[in-house]
T-cell receptor, first 113, second 114 residues
Framework: DSGVTQTPKHLITATGQRVTLRCSPRSGDLSVYWYQQSLDQGLQFLIQYYNGEERAKGNILERFSAQQFPDLHSELNLSSLELGDSALYFC????????????FGDGTRLSIL | AQSVTQLGSHVSVSEGALVLLRCNYSSSVPPYLFWYVQYPNQGLQLLLK??????LVKGINGFEAEFKKSETSFHLTKPSAHMSDAAEYFCAVSGGNAGNMLTFGGGTRLMVKP
């Protein structure tokens, strides 16, 4: 058990809709990272937050946004969904002073119909 | 820019045989290198990481990897495969202009035959 909790585990929705994915980092971890895993793109880094502030940005679309709240949980918002957004979305966390993800959640599988 | 190439999207070995998963990287500055394992329906788990200390890095579950700067490689090995090693393995690199952002390879699915 990594200690990182992601909800929901599965999400099925339609094109054009908006969804919110939630992540609770491992207890004590200050950084949260979001990754997208798809068959054609592989594992892509989306965004990182550290103690509530955006720390690094990767290949995140403008239709996507994220935030980290004072209690350190994070949400990834995906809007105007397209078929190509179907993927596994992972959240990861790391301790203060560690600059790469250490603990990964089991992911949220998003299916766009 | 940095990149990672994993040679062989699928590798099959017999139980008890040597496991060798290949990873080559490209980075304009000394990299940090990582190997992660992903079991079915689970997230990634860090196996080991190289951060410019010893070039031979030992990880969990009996895996190790050797950083070879001259070959820009960071291959993952295990002397004797176990059925429970069947999973997908990802090599990743960070450092350089991308800062701490991890760039992952395409992954190698390891199959272990009884």
């Amino acid at each position: 058990d990594s200690g990182v909790t992601q909800t929901p585990k599965h999400l099925i929705t339609a094109t054009g809709q908006r969804v919110t994915l939630r992540c609770s980092p491992r207890s004590g971890d200050l950084s949260v990272y979001w990754y997208q895993q798809s068959l054609d793109q592989g594992l892509q880094f989306l965004i990182q937050y550290y103690n509530g502030e955006e720390r690094a940005k990767g290949n995140i679309l403008e239709r996507f946004s994220a935030q980290q709240f004072p209690d350190l949980h994070s949400e990834l918002n995906l809007s105007s969904l397209e078929l190509g957004d179907s993927a596994l979305y992972f959240c990861a966390s790391s301790e203060a002073g560690i600059s790469q993800p250490q603990h990964f959640g089991d992911g949220t599988r998003l299916s766009i119909l | 820019a940095q990149s990672v190439t994993q040679l062989g999207s699928h590798v099959s070995v017999s139980e008890g045989a040597l496991v060798l998963l290949r990873c080559n990287y490209s980075s304009s500055v000394p990299p940090y290198l990582f190997w992660y394992v992903q079991y079915p329906n689970q997230g990634l788990q860090l196996l080991l990481k190289y951060t410019s200390a010893a070039t031979l890095v030992k990880g969990i579950n009996g895996f190790e990897a050797e950083f070879k700067k001259s070959e820009t490689s960071f291959h993952l090995t295990k002397p004797s495969a176990h059925m429970s090693d069947a999973a997908e393995y990802f090599c990743a690199v960070s450092g350089g202009n991308a800062g701490n952002m991890l760039t992952f390879g395409g992954g190698t699915r390891l199959m272990v035959k009884p």
